[in-house]
């Protein structure tokens, strides 16, 4: 497997082309499954019709999920292929912040691929990895994927499941569990979204800077203070919000008819 990137700094999209390769290099090595590449390309294109930017209702969804991870009692990140391709590092510094455990919980879950997604999050300085091997041996109900099978010191006793990037029966089997769900998902529509507590309309390459450092500045605020953000927060009228925005900036690309400034590149 070849290290060495073949993007060009000089391509128009050579960020987005250097994600994708973290994503391909993750399927050669086994992290990611390979329908994680048709995930990824559904979140790519509807990241290109928020602006590729983090938005103001996806902003407030990372304050809230911020809250909610500094109140729970028992805090887990869920980690599954893509995420370990994408955001391993950070995935490690937000448990850290936030005094989180990880586990990896796969859909396609083989123990090939488990054992390789706790490598990476080893090497990126994860010291307790949870869910590899024999240690899954919970079985949440409802689900009929492998997903079910959880870690009885992690998800199974969490109050609080960070579950970025997921497919719905897990979300709505932990929420009808009553977990608080926090997901991360580009699709506004998805069973994902519309089913967990806090869903954050983002790239998840964006947000997860954005979550850690509010992680770190929400820690000075009082329980009360976290509690009002908590309860403030509105996942419906959050959603709504990135849907009417998705439809105002469609409707002001099409009334000007283009997308890029072609003609004056
Ligand atoms: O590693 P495994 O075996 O657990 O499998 C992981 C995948 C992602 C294959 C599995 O969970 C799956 O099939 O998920 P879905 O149902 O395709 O949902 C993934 C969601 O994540 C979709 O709604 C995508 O739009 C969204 N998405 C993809 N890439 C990103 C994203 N959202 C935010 N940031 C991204 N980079």
Not at 5 to 18: C, F, G, L, M, Y
Not at 19 to 44: F, Q, Y
Not at 97 to 107: H, K, P, Q, Y
Not at 214 to 222: A, C, D, G, N
Request: charged content about 25%.
């Amino acid at each position: 497997m070849a290290n060495e990137t073949h993007v060009n700094d000089k391509h128009p999209r050579a960020e987005s082309i250097r994600v994708r390769e973290k994503i391909t290099k993750g399927v050669e090595s086994k992290v990611v499954a390979l329908a994680g590449l048709i995930a990824h390309g559904r979140g790519e294109a509807f990241d290109y019709i928020i602006g590729e930017q983090t938005t103001s209702p996806g902003m407030n969804a990372i304050t809230a999920a911020a809250a909610n991870l500094l109140l729970a009692k028992h805090p887990v990140l869920s980690v599954n292929g893509n995420v370990a391709a994408l955001c391993a590092k950070e995935f490690v510094d937000l448990a850290r912040v936030s005094n989180a455990m990880l586990e990896v919980n796969l859909f396609h879950r083989t123990p090939e691929r488990e054992y390789a997604i706790e490598k990476v999050l080893k090497d990126a300085g994860a010291e307790e990895v949870l869910g590899v091997g024999k240690a899954s041996t919970a079985t949440i109900p409802e689900i009929f994927s492998e997903r079910r099978r959880v870690d009885p010191e992690g998800i199974l006793k969490a109050d609080v499941v960070f579950v970025p990037l997921e497919d719905g029966d897990r979300t709505q089997s932990l929420v009808k569990l009553g977990k608080t769900v926090i997901t991360v998902d580009l699709n506004p529509m998805s069973r994902t979204a519309q089913w967990a507590a806090i869903t954050i309309v983002d790239n998840i390459i964006r947000a997860m800077p954005l979550l850690i450092k509010e992680v770190e500045r929400l820690k000075s605020l009082k329980i009360s203070e976290l509690k009002k953000i908590k309860n403030d927060f509105d996942n419906k009228k959050t959603l709504s919000e990135v849907m009417l925005l998705m439809e105002h900036r469609l409707h002001s690309l099409a009334e000007k008819g283009v997308y890029l400034e072609i003609n004056n590149a």
